[in-house]
């Protein structure tokens, strides 16, 4: 059990383009949602946090307005980046829990490979 | 706050050869440890976690690690190693008290040696 699914699993598109990454916990129901962004070669880095029905709390330096994230059920969760550019191109993980607290697990989906030309 | 430190960035063994990845972190309040492995454009499978209890916790795939309070280590290790363990190792550690929000380390590469 606790399968995330991650969806696209790879986008190529041109600058300024916004896209919309899914997140759906398949076989349970997720309270609390987490976006990471990884560099190559590099760790996780946690972008924001969201809860279902409610605004997403973000990290110290991840623009509010660049990367929308909604969570309006307990199964799906979307992060869209918005005008996206060239530096935006990166690999783009989400994972879910069954609760905000820090004994339940995290499941991760597959990932996004994100490529800006 | 919470932070990990993983010491190899690169672990090279030969295949049926015993491994072990390090992990400390260090933190001001107790913590919940886990183990992640990822495979190429994959995302992170859970292999292992410590909440509480025995600080021998063991794992998927013939993973364990073993908590250690004093040292506030948290080292992987698996005693016969396949080919197909070639992938990225992350430790992590979250807050009991606080919210669900895990602190990587910058991964262990294992590259098994036919």
């Known amino acids: 059990g606790a399968v995330v699914s991650q969806h696209p699993s790879r986008v190529i598109c041109k600058s300024g383009t916004s896209v919309k990454i899914e997140c759906r916990s398949l076989?349970?129901?997720?309270?609390?949602m987490f976006w990471y962004r990884q560099f190559p070669k590099k760790s996780l880095m946690l972008m924001a946090t969201s809860n279902e029905g409610s605004k997403a709390t973000y990290e110290q330096g991840v623009e509010k307005d660049k990367f929308l994230i909604n969570h309006a059920s307990l199964t799906l969760s979307t992060l869209t980046v918005t005008s996206a550019h060239p530096e935006d191109s990166s690999f783009y993980i989400c994972?879910?829990?069954?609760?905000?607290?820090?004994?339940?697990?995290?499941?991760f989906g597959d990932g996004t490979r994100l490529s800006i030309l | 706050a919470q932070s990990v430190t993983q010491l190899d960035s690169q672990v090279p063994v030969f295949e049926e050869a015993p491994v072990e990845l390090r992990c400390n972190y260090s933190?001001?309040?107790?913590?919940?440890l886990f183990w992640y492995v990822q495979y190429p454009n994959q995302g992170l499978q859970l292999l292992l976690k410590?909440?509480?209890?025995?600080?021998l916790v063991k794992g998927i795939n013939g993973f364990e690690a073993e908590f250690n309070k004093s040292q506030t280590s948290f080292h992987l290790r698996k005693p016969s190693v396949h080919i197909s363990d070639t992938a990225e190792y992350f430790c992590?550690?979250?807050?009991?008290?606080?919210?669900?929000?895990?602190?990587f380390g910058t991964g262990t590469r294992l590259t098994v040696i036919p």
């Open positions: 992590a550690v979250s807050d009991p008290t606080g919210a669900n929000n895990l602190f």
């Open positions: 933190s001001s309040v107790s913590v919940y």
């Open positions: 994972s879910a829990s069954r609760s905000g607290r820090g004994n339940q697990p995290q499941h």
């Open positions: 076989d349970f129901q997720a309270t609390t």
């Open positions: 410590y909440l509480s209890g025995s600080t």
